[in-house]
């Protein structure tokens, strides 16, 4: 059996929220062999080529990447099989194929942003806060061929605020993750790991427990027709990306934060009051919310009063 520090570990992420991870291993004395992440790609006006985090990261600690377009590329197999992992780490990654994830002899483990089975799927963190949980937390689990389903290795419990954003959720949610993933790859080394079947862990039908989809569009227009509680845990679960959106004089108005004020009104849903220099409220079904962080279309965010300061509404309008 290795130490932790002679585990050849392969590390697969790509964003921000992954760099916590590689970064906790490395600062532990992990032995990580490689790198792979996303290929490079054109971005902004000039079309300049943009690294991702993690090989940004992996650049800067003269760490082995590897950057393939398909991961079944058999150059990028036998790539992959000259490192020799005892182990790979996935941390927001793309879905692997059978070749890749059953490899190494010790597995492929992944982090996932919820207390497994809940929320499996690619938006965690957002559906967690849109659904209104007072807590989540964090998974260590082993890759097996359905997505999100492999036994549950390590959990952490993480409370939700009642106004935290899933920006927020985000960020200390990867700190969270990455502390956990050390120590399961510690447990891991030492033989100490129990490893738990999600359904054994769930008590219920898995089916049934909630799911945490790719976000779409329609997922961000507020319906101004459902309650305050569940706009203002739509706006945290979106903010500040991709955002919920409304509209305001026909332009597209996306809303970063908001409060709740309860009470009944005559407005239909979606109709808006504003003092045209404090607040701008929208009538839902039992009450309003107001805005307090947005940005409209063509303009850039700022805070709802120094947006009032130079706003001019259509003049048919309140």
Known sequence: MKSFGELRIVFMGTPEFAVASLDALVKAGANVVGVITAPDKPSGRGMKMNESA????????????????KLKNLEFIAALQALQADVQVVVAFRMLPVVVWNMPPLGTINVHG?????????????????NGEKETGVTTFRLQHEIDTGNVLLQEVIPI?????AGELHDKMKETGA???????????????????QEALSGTDVSALPHAPKLFTDTCKIDWGKTAFEIHNLVRGLSPYPAAFTFLDEKMLKVFACTKEAGQHNLQPGA???DKKTFLKFACSDGFIHVTDLQLEGKKRMLVTDFLRGYRFAENQQ
Do not use: C, F
Not at 56 to 63: G, I, M, Q
Not at 161 to 165: I, K, L, M, Q, V
Not at 179 to 197: D, I, P, S
């Open 179 to 197: 502390a956990l993933l050390v120590k399961t790859l510690q447990l891991l080394a030492e033989g100490k790991l129990e490893e738990m079947k």
């Open 272 to 274: 808006w009051e504003t």
């Open 114 to 130: 919820s207390l497994l089975p809940k929320y499996r799927g690619a938006a965690p963190i957002n559906w967690a806060i849109i």
């Open 161 to 165: 605020g009642e106004n935290e954003t």
């Open 54 to 69: 993690v090989k940004k990261y992996a650049v800067e600690h003269d760490l082995y990447i590897l950057q393939p377009e």
